[in-house]
């Protein structure tokens, strides 16, 4: 595993659960943790359970008893280490997003294309199509349940820039994070619109906003907890992101990705209209769906709350009895079974580089836009 | 219609509105309102829309252009008022609880079984047997879509007694009010259980509670807005009663009726547990039901949220068009729609002074449980 | 009145039951009711309570008994109507849109100023202003609970269109209604916008979207319950609109106005983020308003749902106890209250026609943003 | 750890999981699981990650680098193997409930003082006390949020028993289970009640019920995943059981526990409601907490939905960023920690066994009252 962060610790956590509750084909081993600071990531792989720690992820890649790349870096380091690693004939795993910008996700893919011929696996970790809510919405609509899909409406909620003290971090510097909330939180709905709708955005036209512009500079520490310093600095990315796309079979998709929706707090919610009926998911009530079926009789019609909790219901019979809830973190479990099933089978898992670029650049397309007075702007590719 | 107070308030809403969307076969004119305060009557006729006002309602009820009756005065008043009206061939429609007593309810029925014969209609109102959803619900029921009924659970909660400095009003003493918590809100709720499940309440066990002993005399003004005069004095009704009991078909059925439940403002809750599904309903959003339905595929299980505002639910289609809420005072105009409507056909209108005595009865059963330490106590009659 | 279809009985019953409930300074007569056939006329008359029925509404305009002159006929008709009756002297209060046009709109809004000079008063209905819920939402935001207004989000989302089956009715044709979901449903969520934050829409980006492009031909009946014909007609009005305006303040306002959300029945709902605090409101659940407070401590923090049937809330106290719900219609007896009153003291009321002007200058915006890709459009004025 | 069947699951992912997320000051390593079969044993140490397995508790307890006895066995096991491990200067985790019996539980309680003198740590396993959301509202209640505490409702509300094709297990059979939902699921809503209020269930009154009397024979397979066999047997366990308790202030708490709640899958709701404010929890939506503060200004009263997951509630900073959701089993986790630090700090964890046996007293009362048609009956101790 390359990098020890947050997301680090979610990916250990996947690891180290996955095999416990599901059979695997494989059994993977937790082996070296490669950091910069040497002392932090000895730090990581004591806590998070790994055998051993690195500083050059480079030497690590090039060991023989390393199958497996699990890439949690900033987005900027993506490219370089997936390229190598998939060169080297490893599997890679590469977190969200696939990379900072088009050409360097283009480049990604192409590596896979070429290293999928040699037998690696390249997957990157949109993770949330793992909650058992979400993976059951893209089975309903591929069985029809909606019927044709008339309006999708997307939104990734947040709140925690509301606060004016929150200090100038590297996330909200466009030299280090690329883009705001849109590239951070905007990559999510637009990767599970698309996942479960089965269906391209093709075009879009939207908005950034930068609403805090001066933040005071950062002090003491790191990341959103560290401290402010004296003065003030410019803000370079956005805030929010309010924008709309044309799906592939021509409906309209409305998304909004926010730091700034005061009381939101992880508030991804998308809702899919079809002309036999509705489905609706909410990750702060992540364990239910709703769902409006337009064939029921008349007054008996309504949004059923399903509690995605049955043994019936994707990935849920690993775990517990029905009624029990799962946590945010099972979606990483659900990702390390898919990817290890799919090396084990030769297969290729989902999603793929190729998904992560399509949504790269509709990312790309809405900044186009909303540099061009919100104009319909086709997404390339 | 003798009285004039909140009841008044909300039976004249009912009067005045009801012909005006629905198709009546009467056309009801609003002609006397009678209170014991003259200029108090005067103001009420004037405000509520009544032609003329008096102050002695025996004379009113002999008056051969009277043909209804409608009682809206405290329940220690109801079995005269009742009775006399019913010997003079008057319909009478009679606010909950229909008395104070078993022994007044069962004289009242008596009378109305007489009067029947002779071509006058009584109707207790138990209005809340008219939300549509709540007569959805009965339907539903009627037509198997909970299958057999296993288990109900009733609640009415209100706090507005949490307040220990809302005085002494003669809703908290037994000697006028005849009953606290228990009368005044626990009746809707075994009405409303026995009306939705076609099923009586045969025995119980239960116990009431007074919580705040004492409270501050009322001084000035009346009602739950007087306001307080110095000393205290001892509160001899119920302000909490929490009862089982047992239905006609062998279920349990538990009931709490309290004005106690922080921030419970107006929550008659009832749910019904079938073999087949359950049904939900909650008066604080009584615009909807929730239909759990065991029959669906597993995995689309879930409580269904119906939005009762369908032309196809009942009485709605006299209304707005879907998606439009109705309020509190419908249910006035719907009790004025099946009243009218039974005089003009000569059936007998629900819920039957019978309906109330039993009510009456079950009310009886409790206070007899709750002074023998809770034992099992069975409903007489 | 002149007209009475929906919007006639909704606005008769407010004219009917507002002075039950509120002591208004003057007492409204039901005097005529206008319509091109003397027969539904008559029979709306007869039903909604009027005195008299007419077919000439110039002539009604032109009687001295006659002070005001309430609106509700299809938008095309309102300007000549309007003006007319303010040219008269009359008061006017004439159902939102306030006119088809900007054109008609300017013209009528100035109408009402010269007529304001003379004492005549005229008022737009957007009744939802008159939600308690929205009222309360209003002053709360007015009084800084929500800080500075940093977003919003405002959609209303019906369904009725879905079903292919429902034929072409005038209100799906655009020389008819001038616009579809965004003229008529759009309207309210601009309307309230403004209202609740106080701010105006100043530049919009946008797009409209016709789903279903083809319907059966209207046979027997009109209106929405109509039945098919044989042959299909060309939808020529939007059946969704999606957009984003900027706010006076800067803030971002997203929007969507649809007939094709698979569910939703009459969803109204407005967000407002700020820097201290979010207010939410949902049409569907319309005597609760939802409100975040940033200042409350940490661990306490989250919506409170406010139960809006407290006498402290705006309007509640002349209706029902706490805890009893309101409905649609108590938003048009909300609306005689304050137009009756205004007329009374000689103040303007509001909504005025220069609000309703400023609403017809954004949906006109919007629709000229879509027409050129969606490029930011400012509004007019 | 002694069994290994369901909650031999979650008990492994809380060792496993706990010391990766929190700083422990001893760090325990998973050693042997014991289990009468040893093919089986084997196999669950494999599969939930402990280093040995063995058959014969006795022999396991004996061994010197064994110090803690983790008993996850059915509950008429318990006393035996956790007063043996005591004895012998174990520290033991003991799943609930206590015991089947309150002699046994009485017993082990007796065990638990004499070793705590020695030493040695004795925790009952009521996991749901570790919801962060439950631990907050502990907190919120001493703190004095609610005030004094009025009323209670607890429930606890399944709906597994509702087929009646479900076979005749051991879970519904007296002499193997001791009691049904009563003591499965009433002992959580008991010990929840008292946990949170700090207030004893001193006195109750109550009835137990047997929905579906007969059931089919159990086949092949084991507990409630088997298939059924020919021929009925009877049930000689609870399905249900309602009844009210006095709480050691005057309070009256009302429970219900029942496995017949169709649709309910694992609804633990608690609401607790003071003459300050109320609290209301549901483990169906675990991650909330809903509080209703009195002593907020009147427009604003209401239940504030608390997303328990920020950084300052119980637990939960050593997990995810805010917003993101916990699931059942991390209780297991606050399990260990709390039970390792109290046996490194040489202190009681709480709940101790004294609590187990109060809960297993309130039990046994309920049952006495049912066989004693609900009279109030003391809770012995």
């Known amino acids: 595993m390359i990098g020890h962060g947050f997301m680090g610790a979610a990916h250990s956590q996947g690891w180290r659960v996955a095999p416990r509750f599901f059979d695997l084909p494989l059994r993977p081993e937790m082996a070296v943790v490669v950091g910069r600071n040497a002392q932090a990531a000895a730090e990581a792989a004591e806590k998070w359970g790994w055998s051993e720690s690195a500083t050059d992820w480079r030497e690590v890649i090039g060991r023989d008893d390393i199958d497996i790349v699990d890439i949690v870096t900033p987005g900027?380091?993506?490219?370089?280490?997936?390229?190598t690693a998939l060169e080297a004939g490893k599997h890679v795993l590469c977190e969200k997003p696939l990379a900072n910008t088009v050409a360097e996700a283009r480049a990604m893919t192409d590596a896979a294309a070429a290293a999928s011929a040699r037998g690696a696996r390249a997957m990157v970790g949109f993770t949330y199509r793992r909650v058992p809510a979400v993976t059951l919405m893209r089975e309903l609509i591929a069985a029809g349940k909606v019927?044709?899909?008339q309006q999708v409406r997307a939104a990734y909620r947040q709140d925690w820039l509301v606060d004016p003290a929150v200090p100038l971090a590297w996330r909200l510097q466009k030299e280090h994070a690329g883009s705001g909330a849109l590239g951070d939180i905007g990559a999510h709905i637009i990767d599970m619109t698309q996942f479960v709708t089965g269906l391209a955005?093709?075009?879009?036209?939207?908005?950034?906003d930068t609403i805090v512009r001066q933040r005071p500079l950062l002090g003491s520490g790191s990341g959103l907890s560290g401290t402010a310093a004296e003065g003030f600095g410019?803000?370079?990315?956005?805030?929010?992101?309010?924008?709309?796309?044309?799906?592939?079979?021509?409906?309209?998709?409305?998304?909004?990705a926010t730091r700034f929706?005061?009381?939101?707090?992880?508030?991804?919610?998308?809702?899919?209209?079809?002309?036999?009926?509705?489905?609706?998911?909410?990750?702060?009530?992540?364990?239910?769906?709703?769902?409006?079926?337009?064939?029921?009789?008349?007054?008996?019609q309504g949004f059923t709350r399903i509690l995605v909790t049955e043994p019936q219901h994707p990935y849920v019979s690993a775990w517990w009895p029905a009624g029990h809830m799962?946590?945010?973190?099972?979606?990483?479990?659900?990702?390390?079974?898919?990817?290890?099933?799919?090396?084990?089978?030769?297969?290729?898992p989902e999603p793929s580089f190729a998904d992560g670029l399509r949504v790269q650049r509709v990312l790309e397309?809405?900044?186009?836009?909303?540099?061009?007075?919100?104009?319909?702007?086709?997404?390339?590719?």
Request: no cysteine.
């Open 326 to 348: 799962l946590g945010y973190e099972h979606g990483f479990s659900h990702q390390v079974v898919d990817f290890v099933t799919a090396i084990h089978d030769g297969t290729q």
């Open 365 to 381: 397309a809405v900044e186009r836009s909303s540099d061009a007075v919100s104009v319909w702007t086709p997404v390339g590719g």
């Open 76 to 83: 900027d380091t993506h490219a370089e280490i997936a390229i």
């Open 234 to 256: 410019e803000v370079t990315v956005d805030d929010a992101a309010v924008f709309t796309g044309r799906l592939s079979n021509g409906a309209l998709a409305s998304f909004e």
């Open 147 to 149: 019927g044709r899909v």
């Open 201 to 208: 955005v093709d075009s879009v036209s939207g908005v950034l």
């Open 261 to 300: 929706a005061t009381g939101r707090k992880n508030a991804l919610t998308v809702e899919v209209s079809g002309d036999r009926g509705a489905l609706a998911f909410d990750l702060e009530d992540l364990n239910t769906l709703r769902f409006y079926d337009r064939t029921a009789p008349d007054e008996l």
